[in-house]
């Protein structure tokens, strides 16, 4: 039997923020490779937070995070980048540069961590492919509708091969149409054996979609539960 | 680092000085303004210096010698005070020459010492000490008075001592000077890349969320910093040369033998434009890397 290894590992985790604000209070929790899950609770409980602690853009109070089985606290600043080279990150907003085509966007991943030029042609037609966009890669994104922007930022976290992706609220801008779009896409990604963590407010897709529900509200983690439902009125 | 990656960081440099033509102007300005007062500093220091390496040369304490005495105490008397390690050299000096060196002076005044040659002479035999340290003059100067075939004692009673204050004085007023410049002119620098860091923030939000090493990231900002400050070295090199060369042509009329010392334009203008332009891209680069590390954070 294969073993089965964690993409994230939080033992006892706390965010205290320099303000006094408790955003994290001792949260315990393991993700599997493999595993598709969402974060839910209300605005404010701390899921971006626990969003942020997963891609090490906020470090812990307290507690130990392993990543991919590393331990964060022990890994140098200036080695955070490799660390972030195995996790895509997709945000509600996109986060694309307006003044480069869909194509220069994805590709801009892999110039940043000095891929080779033939292995960046190569890669990002094919990633773009994938997300469905191959006919549109020499578009701005100022001409592509909301849920063709989301797929290039999903094509863009996706081109390095992270085999951990994180979405935070990736159909918070779009109608419901371009949210299955984008749903499905990541179910196809999560198929081919990367992991998917998404944060999210959207009732019908938790409750469609079924998967792994975390549900987190004052800093602690209330509910985990596979198959979960949403839970929430809003 | 790849080839490809360093042509692809200094094509982000130049992509982003001209995408902020104004505030790459105002930056290469405020450099160019720095660097040329530093210029004025730079050429005048090494003036002052060369001057004062001169004057060094010249300080000497003139030892006349009591009359009548014999050429054997008189070598020996100089063998003795050459031993002194504070001495650099003695010069024996026996008065006709002395005449001569007098009348080589005074030029067509000299007319009034004729006669005096030979028995008439009045001057005095005379030793030239040139001392190791010129700031010490004064002590070896009272060691040689101390000598009984010594009669009497000249090294330029203080004159020398106020010129060599005043020298390491200006040298010191320029030094302070130039590095307050140098802070300004960085600190206008890191304003203008803070600038161009902001206007860039997504593109370094997005290079840090992908894995882009801080190097990478760094890298262009760099490149644009190094470029202000070389750019902004060129009119005040130019400048500051011209300047010099008109004034070495008015005061000294171009000769070398002039009564104003002042050094040639060669290799005075190598030294003025590497310096220049050396010091423009420390503080360019200087300026970068203090807007920068704020952004930086992991």
Redesign the interface.
């Known amino acids: 039997m294969r073993k089965v290894i964690a993409v994230i590992e939080m033992h006892d985790v706390w965010k205290v923020y320099p303000n006094g604000v408790e955003a994290l209070r001792g949260i315990d929790v393991r993700i599997d490779q493999g595993e598709f899950c969402y974060v839910v609770g209300p605005s404010g409980a701390g899921k971006s937070t626990f969003i942020k602690l997963m891609?090490?853009e906020e470090k812990p109070s307290s507690g130990v995070i392993l990543i991919n089985g590393v331990n964060v606290k022990r890994v140098r600043?200036?080695k955070?980048?490799?660390?972030?080279?195995k996790?895509?990150?997709v945000f509600q907003d996109y986060?694309l540069?307006p003044h480069l085509t869909a194509y220069e966007n994805v590709a801009?991943?892999m110039?940043?961590?000095?891929a080779p030029?033939r292995k960046i042609r190569s890669r990002v037609q094919e990633v773009l492919e994938l997300v469905g966009l191959a006919d549109r890669m020499n578009a701005l994104p100022s001409q592509l509708s909301g849920g063709e922007q989301q797929r290039v930022s999903i094509a863009?976290?996706i081109v390095?091969n992270p085999g951990f992706l994180i979405a935070d609220e990736p159909t918070g801008n779009l109608d419901p149409e371009n949210s299955w779009d984008i749903m499905y896409l990541l179910e196809e990604i999560n198929a081919r054996g990367t992991t998917v963590v998404m944060a999210t407010h959207n009732k019908e897709i938790v409750n469609t979609m079924r998967k792994r529900v975390i549900a987190i509200e004052n800093g602690v983690i209330v509910r985990d539960e596979d198959q979960g439902e949403y839970g929430y009125e809003d | 680092m790849k080839i490809d990656t360093m042509f692809r960081h200094a094509r982000e440099a130049f992509k982003s000085l001209k995408r902020n033509t104004w505030m790459t102007f105002a930056a290469v300005s405020a450099v160019a303004v720095t660097l040329l007062i530093f210029g004025f500093f730079l050429v005048f220091a090494f003036n002052i210096n060369y001057l004062s390496k001169e004057l060094d040369q010249q300080v000497a304490i003139r030892a006349s010698i009591v009359p009548g005495a014999s050429a054997d105490d008189i070598e020996q008397l100089q063998k003795q005070i050459e031993q002194n390690p504070e001495v650099k050299s003695v010069t024996f000096i026996p008065k006709a020459q002395g005449l001569q060196q007098l009348k080589a002076q005074l030029g067509e005044d000299s007319k009034i010492l004729e006669g005096l040659e030979g028995e008439e002479n009045p001057l005095p035999d005379t030793l030239v000490i040139v001392p190791q340290n010129p700031q010490r003059i004064e002590e070896l100067a009272n060691k040689v008075k101390a000598h009984n075939l010594i009669e009497h004692e000249d090294h330029g009673d203080g004159v020398t001592d106020k010129l060599l204050d005043f020298s390491s004085l200006v040298r010191n007023v320029v030094l302070v000077f130039g590095l307050g410049l140098a802070v300004l002119a960085a600190f206008l620098i890191s304003n203008t890349i803070k600038l161009t860091i902001f206007a860039r923030r997504r593109e370094i939000e997005i290079m840090r969320l992908v894995g882009a090493s801080n190097w990478f990231i760094r890298w262009p900002f760099f490149i644009e910093g190094a470029f202000i400050g070389m750019l902004g070295a060129v009119f005040p090199v130019i400048i500051v040369l011209a300047f010099y060369k008109a004034a070495l042509n008015v005061l000294t009329d171009g000769s070398q033998y002039s009564f104003i010392k002042m050094l040639p334009m060669m290799p005075l203008s190598l030294y003025v434009a590497a310096l220049t332009t050396f010091l423009g891209v420390l503080i360019g680069i200087w300026g970068s890397v203090i807007s920068i590390r704020r952004f930086l954070r992991v």
Not at chain 1, 80 to 85: A, C, D, K, N, S
Not at chain 1, 111 to 114: D, L, N, S, T, V
């Open positions: 891609y090490r600043d200036w955070i980048p490799y660390l972030r080279r996790i895509g990150v986060k540069l801009f991943a110039e940043a961590i000095e030029r863009r976290a390095n």
